[in-house]
């Protein structure tokens, strides 16, 4: 069954320090993986995928996310928080195999303090 | 980017009446569109994935007579909530996208909060 796992409900960082918000995944095919963020009373905003090539792909607002195929990961980083990164982020993923549903994380609040 | 579009962003409404909220791609043809609530400080849950021309496929404990969606054109999808409730109350949200090794990617619209009193 596909399946994805943020296993942080939240995460907590000093301002100018590296982030990482983690997921895992687990599907049959080859996987299609998706960073959205979701501010306050918003909708959702595409921050990076990864399809093919690159295991390490780069995104919106100075994110990036590494495809780690033997541990089925694809965590969220970025080297630099802003106290404007606090958000809500959720990690998705599509089976290449299935139709286009994306499977969703249970999402990950990130606290950027000052 | 592509950008869909929801209309309204916000209702209040009384209950047992019902409420059209509307979903445009604005700059690209979508032959699906998926319907998803999202409950406070909770993950998105799939309702039901509207395609064009077609009756839309609605997920296990979705109430497909009262969550009445309509797919008529390539940029248009409507949620129905039909007599709704205090617990309809929640952010719906839809999406649609492009679809393929390169260019797989799906776009939200900003939502609409439903209020039932």
């Known amino acids: 069954a596909q399946s994805v796992a943020q296993p942080e409900d939240q995460v907590n960082v000093a301002e100018g320090n590296p982030l990482t918000v983690k997921c895992t995944y687990s599907?049959?095919?080859?996987?299609?993986l998706f960073w959205y963020v979701q501010y306050p009373n918003r909708g959702l905003q595409f921050l990076l995928k990864y399809i093919t090539g690159d295991n390490l792909v780069k995104g919106s607002y100075g994110f990036e996310a590494e495809f780690n195929k033997s541990q089925t990961s694809f965590h969220l980083k970025k080297p630099s928080a802003l106290v404007s990164d606090s958000a809500l982020y959720f990690c998705?993923?599509?089976?290449?195999?299935?139709?286009?549903?994306?499977?969703w994380g249970a999402g990950t609040k990130l606290i950027i303090k000052p | 980017g592509a950008v869909v579009s929801q209309h309204p962003s916000w209702v209040i409404c009384k209950s047992g009446t019902s409420v059209k909220i509307e979903c445009r791609s604005l700059?690209?043809?979508?032959?699906?569109m998926f319907w998803y609530r999202q409950f406070p400080k909770q993950s998105l849950m799939l309702m039901a994935t509207s395609n064009e021309g077609s009756k839309a496929t609605y997920e296990q404990g979705v109430e497909k007579d009262k969550f009445l969606i309509n797919h008529a054109s390539l940029t248009l999808s409507t949620l129905t909530v039909t007599s709704a409730h205090p617990e309809d109350s929640s952010f719906y949200i839809c999406?649609?996208?492009?679809?393929?090794?390169?260019?797989?990617?799906?776009?939200f619209g900003p939502g609409t909060r439903l209020t039932v009193l």
């Open positions: 599907v049959s095919g080859n996987p299609y």
């Open positions: 700059d690209f043809q979508a032959t699906t």
């Open positions: 998705a993923v599509r089976d290449s195999d299935s139709n286009y549903q994306l499977i």
């Open positions: 999406s649609s996208g492009t679809y393929g090794e390169r260019t797989d990617t799906q776009y």
